[in-house]
């Protein structure tokens, strides 16, 4: 199972109009704690869209700061798999993201609802 936080249908219908997908599959759906939790994460007061990476190649992510922090617990990018091509995993935005870095962009809200899946 995996841990973390869904994107509100609210906040993704507008975030969707205000960052189109660039590739063919929209993700935009969460941020990931753990994939192997089962338990609920805590409450996220303070999330934001903060950057953007994208390959070129399939991978477009949104890179998130929850309460002020990019930094996952386990040393990568909080982040939010935007849009992929046919051929991408979600999995492959870690990797974009480490090896590409991120671009700041004006900041924007980010409601979030703790959930496994």
């Given amino acids: 199972m995996t841990t973390g936080w869904k994107?509100?249908?609210e906040c993704r219908d507008a975030l969707i109009v205000a960052f189109p997908p660039k590739y063919a599959r929209t993700i935009a759906?969460?941020?990931t704690l753990s994939i192997s939790g089962t338990t609920l994460p805590d409450t996220i007061a303070d999330a934001k869209i903060v950057?953007?990476?994208d390959d070129g190649a399939g991978v477009e992510a949104m890179v998130v700061a929850l309460e002020g922090s990019t930094a996952r617990p386990d040393g990568k990018v909080w982040h939010v798999t935007w849009?992929?091509?046919d051929?991408?995993?979600a999995r492959e935005s870690n990797d974009v993201i480490a090896q590409r870095g991120w671009t700041a962009i004006a900041q924007c809200g980010l409601h979030l609802e703790p959930a496994i899946w």
């Fill in 7 to 9: 994107i509100t249908r």
């Fill in 29 to 31: 759906d969460h941020v």
């Fill in 51 to 53: 950057g953007y990476a």
């Fill in 83 to 85: 849009s992929l091509a």
């Fill in 87 to 89: 051929d991408r995993s």
